[in-house]
């Protein structure tokens, strides 16, 4: 009764209704809900905490400049183009990101590469280089966008691959879609975002587990062409001999390395106070762009710029959480790819401040001014938080489903069935065919079996799973123990190679005689020589006559185990010991 009672409960009825979800916020779990969190509030942290240092870091500068004298003007500018990116952040996030995952993905790079070539005929020229261009009365960056925009399309072609398609056009396509963008921004010349481009590619190829020679030998490609980039190019050599010898080159290529050394220096453990940087003051060129880390550093000291990179690996831990349980292929290269692309990022610049890198000028996200930076690294985050809303949340009547035994008629199989378990019975799904091998298949042979166009009812699926658990308890009856017998050791007759030759026949006694007085010595001389002389009262005369009371001894119980296996000898040549 108990075991039909435990049946009865955990036995569900195929004509179920299946649960409304609950909302989001109640069902979600944990290790999805969790790193979502932490992703917003790293984020909220790091943007926060970027304008009160773009505040602090160029209000001597905008108060300096003739054509500004307003201390905060960079800072509302900085705020507003915030503002840009987290408008820009809801859209990416409320447009599906499997939209991308098709053909609409070749539009924005088609729309950034044009932007590109237009950059290099009527750019702006600024810091040696044309990288901006005007669009609308906004200072626009487009080699910034062309870094998503490849991530979206190498990652729709990607997919591809992975799907067993043709894959030699595929490799074209991937081929054009990093080659071109790149080569356009190499021209401006524009190493640092070549490089940060083509490791997010490289985070595509491995989030999307592409093998590791192809991306063994993409990584090789990059350092090679970065290698020529600065073997043939005088002001990149400038900047590594600056690298390693920066006191040689302080008033030229070290002069930024040198004076983020004074800043770090100055702040010390705890930092000089807030606002109070002395390196600020017309000594670090644009202390709020690329340079702002080092005035970090100065004025909230070593505490500061541990917090800066603390505040970043929880960024990258709870994207990366989120990729791990992306609903696909695509949405984990996304989420991967976009995280990997603001990471690479950050530490670049950061390991480029205190000179473990050469210097390539490009700036820490959330922190440094710049409209483009800051817009595109708020939609990145847009993508990550896009894949954590459509991971795969298992509602009320999944996770019952999950626990419960379901009888299912006319259906190809439970979801646990699909999963590999063996919690489900399938009624009329297939015939079962009786066999009397085993007590189980002889048992579910004479159960009724449930047509596939009829609902199975509650009450003949606990019928049908008392049966079963009737049968397996048959099944799995204990035996009774086995008692082993001894059988008592057997004379066998003497292989023929070892039988006396016919000669020696009339000698011997008959095979298989029993009697102890045809038992002879056969002990050589050499051993024992009293014994076979005579002497002493235990002859083997006496034996053999039984005088001395030591007859040959037969093999007992106890040897019969030692005696089993071996070929006796022939009753004539058996020799007695003691």
């Known amino acids: 009764m108990a075991t039909e009672r435990a049946l009865t409960s955990r036995v569900a009825p195929s004509n179920t209704s299946v649960a409304k979800p609950r909302r989001a916020g109640l069902t979600t779990p944990a290790y999805i809900l969790g790193p979502r969190l932490l992703l917003i509030l790293s984020t909220a942290m790091l943007l926060v905490f970027g304008l009160v240092m773009v505040y602090s870091a160029s209000f001597v500068e905008a108060f300096t400049n003739p054509t500004i004298q307003d201390s905060s003007y960079i800072f509302k500018h900085q705020l507003i183009l915030a503002g840009v990116g987290l408008v820009a952040l809801v859209v990416t996030l409320v447009i599906d990101y499997r939209v991308w995952n098709s053909s609409l993905s070749w539009v924005p790079w088609a729309v950034i590469t044009v932007l590109l070539v237009l950059t290099l005929l009527a750019g702006n020229e600024e810091l040696g280089g044309k990288r901006w261009f005007d669009l609308f009365g906004f200072n626009l960056q487009p080699s910034e966008f062309a870094k998503l925009a490849m991530l979206l399309v190498v990652g729709m072609l990607l997919v591809k691959v992975r799907e067993n398609r043709e894959r030699g056009p595929l490799i074209v396509f991937i081929a054009a ?165 603001i990471g690479f990022q950050a530490f670049l610049n950061m390991l480029c401040m205190v000179n473990i890198l050469p210097m390539t000028g490009k700036p820490l996200p959330f922190f440094s001014a710049g409209g483009s930076s800051i817009i595109v690294t708020l939609m990145l985050v847009g993508l990550i938080l896009n894949v954590s809303l459509r991971s795969v949340v298992p509602d009320e009547a999944d996770e019952r489903r999950d626990q419960l035994l379901i009888i299912e008629g006319g259906r190809e199989g439970s979801r646990e069935e699909k999963r590999g378990g063996t919690h489900a019975i399938k009624a009329g799904a297939s015939k079962r065919r009786p066999s009397a091998q085993t007590s189980r298949k002889a048992s579910l042979a004479t159960m009724p079996q449930a047509s596939p166009s009829k609902t199975t009812t509650p009450a003949k699926a606990t019928a049908k799973a008392t049966a079963k658990a009737t049968s397996e308890k048959k099944h799995f009856r204990r035996q009774p123990a086995r008692t082993k017998t001894v059988e008592k050791p057997r004379f066998r007759e003497m292989p023929a190679s070892r039988q006396p030759k016919t000669s020696d026949k009339a000698a011997l006694p008959q095979q298989g005689a029993r009697n102890p007085a045809n038992l002879t010595l056969s002990m050589s001389p050499a051993r024992n020589p009293a014994r076979n002389s005579g002497a002493g009262s235990n002859s083997g005369a006496a034996r053999n006559s039984g005088a001395g009371g030591n007859s040959a001894r037969k093999p007992s119980g106890n040897n019969s185990a030692r005696n089993r296996g071996r070929d006796p000898l022939p009753a004539g040549s058996r020799s007695t010991r003691r």
């Open 177 to 341: 879609a990093v080659g071109l963008p790149a080569v356009l921004i190499m021209l401006q010349p524009d190493l640092g975002t070549t490089l940060i481009a083509l490791a997010g590619i490289i985070a595509v190829a491995w989030f999307g587990e592409l093998s590791m020679k192809p991306l063994a030998a993409a990584m090789l490609l990059i350092v090679l062409i970065a290698a020529a980039a600065v073997l043939f190019t005088g002001f990149r050599m400038g900047r590594i001999d600056a690298w390693l010898d920066p006191w040689a080159y302080a008033s030229d290529e070290g002069y930024q390395i040198v004076n983020s050394f004074y800043a770090f220096a100055d702040g010390g453990i705890s930092g000089v106070g807030l606002g109070l940087s002395h390196q600020k003051y017309l000594y670090l060129p644009q202390p709020h762009n690329d340079l702002i880390f080092p005035i970090i550093g100065e004025e909230l000291g070593l505490v500061g710029a541990v917090l800066v990179a603390v505040l970043f690996l929880a960024f990258l831990f709870a994207a990366y959480r989120i990729t791990r349980h992306a609903p696909d292929l695509y949405g984990r290269i996304v989420a991967g790819a976009a995280a990997t692309l």
